[in-house]
């Protein structure tokens, strides 16, 4: 299902294919059990690229049907990796269009009989569409979201080749949003010149940025399992209900709760019912002084099906979530946010996932004492989100809509489904505790208003436990889709973008611009950006912009300002910009990459690191006396 543009590409592929073949995800992480195998194909295929100005030729003739090892212009491409900066060659890592990866693979005997064979891909940005010994499997729009087929029609026993086509052209209903023009300049381009661009500041890795795999479940299996929790005093409740299919099967369940040792707390023989635990060891964040971090049990789930049977076992956090006018609560103990705002990012491997790269930035996030992130601007990998429900990290999920600059149908309908595949795939995760709709979308549109509210209900109607935000910079002022958010969440760049150098400003704006949100709406705030840009090395005395010191300068007073907003009520959490450097498109804004890490893209730390280390291992430490702070009239110091 190869695109050029939407309305073109649905109608040819219809014709070609006779038949649209759309993937889907049920929801259940691929975890190997007694009864349900796994196979990866990670590891190194075959790639090509489509001529820049043929862009259906792959298509067209038909390179699904031949070996790419047999032809000269095939490369070798790591899997999962971005495409970008694998090779040496410019061409690619700024390429636009379609590229196509095949490899080869075996199934094993065992698995053909009475078994389904899915494939399950971690995420594709952005069209995909895949082919099984030289049959169409079927497509699938939109990067950072799993997907899955069955092949258990198309698999044989021996050689089996698979072939993934990858488009990674953006449109303006697409999410995110890019944008093609053809300058009317001839003194400046060439006839017919195309200008690719899209509204957001990071680098768009392409390709298959994240695992596949092959994994087995019986004919009648457990599509899904949907948790929720409750405590009332010491004790814990566990709604659950078991999905199967096919729907029409008879089934039994004897579903167990487990604690980490592996000793079953309570067992029942429904595939629908609540289970009572005294005594809960409850899911706390990490780096907030409360015991059982991360703690996880174990939903065990046997089912008997017509003669069949399957296991699965999911992890459980037992944790709640509740939101007044000032605060957010874990477990009923209000919680403040300390943390980053990151990106899937890293040199090399581009977005590509990498089990080195999570367990250091895991170390990292331990080290520096914070509890939260946001996954800006898009979903984060499972194996990513599997981590934070070990680990104890409270996440802010974020969609892929950044910047949206305009707000049609065609855009709403495609932001709506990957709204909704983003929550039914995150429902019972422990450490979700926000949705996040959007990043800095144009909210001083009117039109914004109808379109956030849509989406809005849509979330609500599949969650009502966990708060719904979007992230704004837009000014309190004029921004008219915030009043339908349960969170604010505000980006600000006090002494950078606005008011370059001036840091004795930070304070002050910071104090009185967020209590301004509070009084408009009365929501429990989180900055989630601030920051400044800083190349790793370069010092100067006194501070300057892009220096080390000056960074440690402008998170120091934001920190004052946030105690002393914390003190006020008005503030539930501050998350700096960014966790590390990442990569951009070039630009002369831009040194080679974004700068406003407090780590090197190498995840090594710059001097902010250890001024963020010691904030958050006491941040009770310089909450401001509210004598100190006069926020009307008078000048605010520096605190350092």
């Not at 090892?69 to 971005?82: L, T």
């Not at 015991?291 to 003669?307: A, H, I, K, P, R």
Request: glycine fraction near 6%; aromatic fraction near 16%; charged fraction near 20%.
């Amino acid at each position: 299902m190869y695109f050029w543009n939407y309305s073109t590409f649905l109608i040819v592929f219809v014709l070609f294919y006779h038949q649209t073949c759309y993937a889907e995800f049920l929801g259940l992480y691929p975890y190997e059990t007694e009864t349900r195998e796994l196979k990866s194909l990670d590891g190194i295929w075959n790639f090509k690229i489509s001529p820049k100005d043929q862009p259906k030729e792959g298509f067209d003739k038909n390179w699904h049907e031949s070996l790419f090892d047999e032809d000269d212009d095939c490369m070798e491409m790591p899997v999962p990796s971005s495409f970008n900066d694998i090779t040496t060659n410019k061409t690619i890592r700024d390429f636009l269009g379609v590229v196509w990866y095949q490899r080869t693979f075996f199934i094993p005997k065992s698995w053909f009989g009475k078994k389904k064979i899915i494939i399950h891909f971690g995420s594709v940005h952005y069209l995909t569409n895949v082919w099984i010994n030289k049959e169409y499997i079927g497509y699938h729009l939109g990067g950072h979201i799993p997907f899955e087929f069955n092949i258990e029609k198309n698999v044989r026993e021996g050689i089996n080749i698979i072939t993934v086509a990858v488009n990674n052209t953006l449109t303006e209903s697409s999410i995110p949003q890019g944008f093609t023009s053809y300058p009317n300049n001839t003194v400046r381009y060439p006839p017919g010149y195309k200008l690719y661009s899209h509204n957001f500041d990071y680098f768009d890795y392409a390709g298959i940025n994240r695992p596949i795999k092959l994994y087995t479940t019986p004919l009648c299996f457990i599509a899904d399992i949907k948790i929720l929790s409750s405590l009332k005093g010491s004790t814990g409740y566990l709604d659950f209900k078991v999905v199967f299919e096919p729907s029409s099967a008879n089934t039994e369940c004897i579903v167990s709760l487990k604690d980490k040792k592996g000793l079953t707390i309570t067992t029942t023989n429904s595939c629908s019912a609540t289970l009572k635990i005294d005594n809960v060891k409850l899911w706390w964040p990490i780096n907030t002084g409360y015991e059982s971090v991360g703690y996880l049990y174990t939903l065990e789930v046997f089912m008997n099906c017509d003669q069949d049977y399957d296991i699965y076992r999911l992890p459980v956090g037992i944790r709640t979530i509740k939101w007044n006018s000032h605060n957010l609560f874990i477990n009923d103990k209000p919680i403040y946010l300390k943390g980053f705002g990151m990106h899937e990012d890293a040199d090399i491997r581009g977005r590509g996932f990498d089990y080195s790269i999570l367990v250091r930035d895991f170390n990292l996030i331990k080290w520096v004492g914070a509890n939260a992130i946001r996954t800006s601007h898009y979903p984060y990998s499972e194996e990513f989100l599997n981590e934070a429900d070990k680990q104890g990290l409270l996440v802010i999920l974020e969609t892929p809509a950044c910047s949206l600059n305009a707000f049609t149908e065609n855009l709403l309908i495609n932001h709506a489904e990957i709204l909704k595949k983003m929550v039914k795939y995150n429902k019972n995760r422990p450490s979700v505790i926000i949705w996040s709709l959007a990043n800095e979308p144009y909210t001083n549109l009117d039109s914004s208003a109808s379109y956030f509210s849509y989406l809005v209900n849509i979330t609500k109607t599949l969650d009502k436990t966990r708060p719904v935000t979007f992230v704004t910079s837009q000014s309190f002022e004029n921004d008219k889709a915030m009043k339908f958010m349960d969170i604010i969440c505000v980006n600000r760049y006090s002494s950078w973008y606005q008011d370059a150098g001036s840091t004795d400003l930070i304070q002050y704006q910071v104090v009185n611009e967020m209590t301004a949100w509070y009084n408009k709406f009365l929501r429990p705030i989180i900055m989630t950006e601030f920051g400044a840009g800083t190349i790793s090395g370069l010092h100067r005395l006194p501070e300057s912009m892009w220096s080390e010191e000056y960074q440690v300068v402008v998170i120091y007073c934001h920190a004052a300002a946030f105690q002393y907003l914390r003190s006020k009520g008005i503030m539930t959490g501050e998350l700096i910009w960014n966790f590390k450097d990442f990569n951009t498109p070039e630009g002369f804004l831009r040194p080679g990459k974004n700068c406003k890490g407090i780590f090197t893209r190498n995840r090594q730390p710059k001097e902010s690191a250890h001024l963020v280390k010691t904030l958050y291992a006491n941040i009770s430490s310089y909450i401001l006396d509210s004598n100190e702070v006069h926020v009307k009239h008078n000048h605010i110091g520096n605190f350092i």
